[in-house]
């Protein structure tokens, strides 16, 4: 027992281990505890003045100043670090080497960080090496304090991340006892294959490792999405059985609570169930409402409403009280599903909650909710106006009108009715108003004023409106509103020009530019701007986009192939339309119901059938071989077209059924 609680358990180590131990420690410079001790207590206190920022009180460190020896070598780490500082470094006999660098690492990380830096570079390398715990001190304090100036670093090869994954490997980690906090930090820095190879040599050499450690070790493999290493992981913190991260404390709870995120349903000798959950449950784990609510997220997720609200009626069995989260994935789940009377059965639900009813998330989801409802899909009998004013309605009782206002949504002598909120909209609140106002006003002169005046606020760094462009979502909808029109096509490629204008910016614009986190056009942004020059009849600037997303290394995705595989389907452009299906498939997607639609406006579908043929024998697809093959001559009655067009779609279907 150590102060009340029960000590680690008992590790037995084989003696290779002992012997690998004894060999790590035989190759360090210090070997007398005292030494240690000194400047550690030294180096605590310099972490301390500069945490605190007061003045250094250890009587050693005040006092430390480079002997003639040292500063010779402080001179050659300026000028020469991994020359003839090396080559003097090198030369210095074990006991040197000791002396000099208990000084002058000190020194260097009160005096003169950057060198410091080189310094370790140089010092950890070789056959002799400071004590890992030493090191391991001066990276935290240089990470604590200068991480943002040193991760730009760069001499040569070097830069920071490398210089301390080789001081810090885990090749050279203690194995009877490793400072934990360093550790940490490494495995939370360290890329995937460094994770992995240190996680096998803990557990191959049984290397002293606290559950918080092995924590760590966790969320990285949650995020590396291995769903059986981060299980292997916390298997082992519950056999080390650390009272303080047992399997119902916080910290193991939030960590599977990040696992449960990845769960899935699986087959299994006893029917369909989740993966990770059962698993967790033979540990010992205890579900609280966190982790059932992620439960009851990946239950909707699997389509099956049922099981979801089996789960639901699961938690209030056992005492877990649906809260702001649980209310928010059941609305997710009824707006997704467009059930609109659980949508207004949850709203009642939610207005009998004060506390539910001020979340957040929660009006933001209601909003959407009615969006999706209302504004998302305007009927051609309904009242552009009327629809406008109920979204209306619903934001006035939860925001303050002066962002619409701002972006002439509103006239300026608008005035609300009273009894409304008054705060700051959110951003998904605002982008909604536009989604709505570009839906019921469909003319290209209004979306460009509104373009106009959102694109200024945004330059200027408006609180409210310029974080709208941290997303792709904003600059999509005006695409989509400049789409339905000819005139709209200017102004809808000077969206994306402004998207892309990142890389023109002038250094004080590129500041403000990064503080609005200014999006980048995503494939959607590419594949609405390509539909609309297809849609209106303008195939050379569909292809000069096409030439951009390459230019931009941007790939297609199955909705950019679908339009144009659309886009010739319609122009009746048989050698470009078989080349766009090889090209897709090759890319590693298949035909789908919305291909074999479009198809279907083919007038002579058997010169598809012929040209995919020939590119099958070819090598590589030419269009002047296709065009000079003898395809089929064009029908001309309609029952025999619609006749060979099932034909050939028939043989098409069968041709790709491996594929499907």
Request: with cysteine; charged share 25%; aromatic share 10%.
């Amino acid at each position: 027992m150590v102060r009340g609680q029960p000590r680690d358990r008992q590790r037995v180590l084989r003696p290779k281990t002992v012997a690998l131990e004894k060999r790590i420690r035989s190759q360090t410079f210090f070997h007398e505890g005292a030494n240690i001790r000194t400047w550690r207590i030294a180096q605590s206190d310099l972490y301390r003045s500069k945490f605190y920022e007061r003045e250094i009180r250890n009587e050693f460190l005040r006092d430390l100043k480079p002997n003639p020896v040292e500063l010779d070598l402080l001179e050659k780490l300026k000028t020469d670090s991994q020359g003839s500082f090396r080559e003097a470094w090198e030369a210095l006999s074990k006991r040197d080497k000791a002396l000099h660098w208990h000084n002058l690492s000190l020194w260097l990380l009160k005096e003169s960080p950057e060198l410091a830096l080189e310094f370790l570079s140089v010092t950890t390398h070789g056959k002799e090496r400071p004590v890992f715990v030493m090191v391991a001190d001066a990276f935290l304090f240089l990470d604590s304090f200068y991480y943002d100036s040193l991760k730009v670093w760069r001499k040569g090869p070097h830069t920071y991340q490398s210089v301390f994954n080789a001081a810090l490997g885990p090749r050279n980690w203690p194995i009877l006892f490793l400072p934990q906090k360093i550790v940490r930090l490494y495995v939370k820095r360290a890329d995937r294959d460094a994770i992995y190879y240190a996680y096998k040599l803990v557990c191959e050499r049984k290397i002293h490792t606290k559950a918080e450690t092995h924590l760590c070790f966790m969320w990285r493999f949650i995020e590396f999405k291995d769903v059986n290493q981060a299980l292997d992981v916390l298997d082992n913190v519950r056999r080390m059985k650390q009272v303080e991260f047992g399997m119902d404390s916080q910290s193991v709870m939030r960590h599977c609570c990040k696992l449960l995120t990845l769960d899935s349903v699986q087959e299994g000798p006893e029917g369909r169930n989740f993966y990770i959950l059962p698993k967790l449950l033979k540990m010992g784990v205890r579900p609280d409402r966190d982790m059932m609510n992620v439960v009851l997220s990946n239950a909707f997720k699997t389509g099956d409403e049922q099981l979801g609200l089996d789960m639901l009626e699961y938690m209030k069995n056992n005492g877990l009280e649906p809260d702001s989260y649980t209310h928010l994935i059941l609305l997710n789940d009824a707006v997704a599903r467009g059930n609109r009377d659980r949508v207004s059965s949850l709203i009642r639900e939610i207005e009998s909650d004060e506390e539910l009813l001020k979340n957040p998330w929660i009006t933001s989801k209601i909003f959407h909710a009615h969006f999706v409802f209302t504004a998302k899909h305007i009927n051609p009998d309904d009242d552009p106006d009327a629809v406008f004013y109920s979204m209306l309605e619903m934001y006035n009782k939860l925001h303050d009108i002066t962002p619409l206002k701002e972006l002439s949504i509103l006239p300026p002598e608008y005035t609300p009715p009273p009894g409304g909120d008054n705060t700051p909209p959110t951003t998904i609140a605002l982008f909604l108003m536009i989604a709505t106002y570009l839906r019921c006003r469909r003319r290209v002169s209004i979306a460009q004023r509104l373009y106009t005046n959102f694109r200024s606020l945004v330059l200027q760094g408006h609180p409210t409106i310029a974080p709208l462009a941290a997303s792709d979502h904003v600059y999509n909808e005006f695409l989509v509103a400049f789409r339905d029109n000819p005139r709209g096509l200017r102004p809808a490629m000077r969206v994306v020009e402004d998207m892309l204008q990142t890389s023109t910016l002038t250094s004080n614009n590129r500041a403000m530019h990064e503080a609005s986190g200014h999006a980048l056009p995503s494939v959607r942004t590419w594949t609405i701007l390509m539909s609309c020059f297809i849609f209106n009849k303008q195939p050379h600037a569909a292809e000069r986009v096409k030439e951009m997303m390459a230019e931009h290394n941007v790939e297609f995705n199955k909705v950019t192939w679908n339009i144009i595989i659309s886009g010739h389907a319609c122009k009746q452009r048989v050698f470009d339309l078989a080349q766009t299906i090889k090209a897709m498939e090759d890319a590693g997607y298949v035909i789908d119901s919305y291909n074999m639609k479009a198809l279907r406006y083919l007038r002579d579908p058997e010169r598809l059938w012929v040209a995919l043929e020939e590119l099958d024998k070819l090598s590589q697809p030419s269009l002047t071989t296709l065009a000079d093959s003898k395809l089929a001559p064009p029908k001309s009655d309609k029952k025999t077209r619609d006749e060979l067009l099932d034909q050939g779609l028939k043989r098409l279907r069968e041709k790709l059924k491996p594929k499907l």
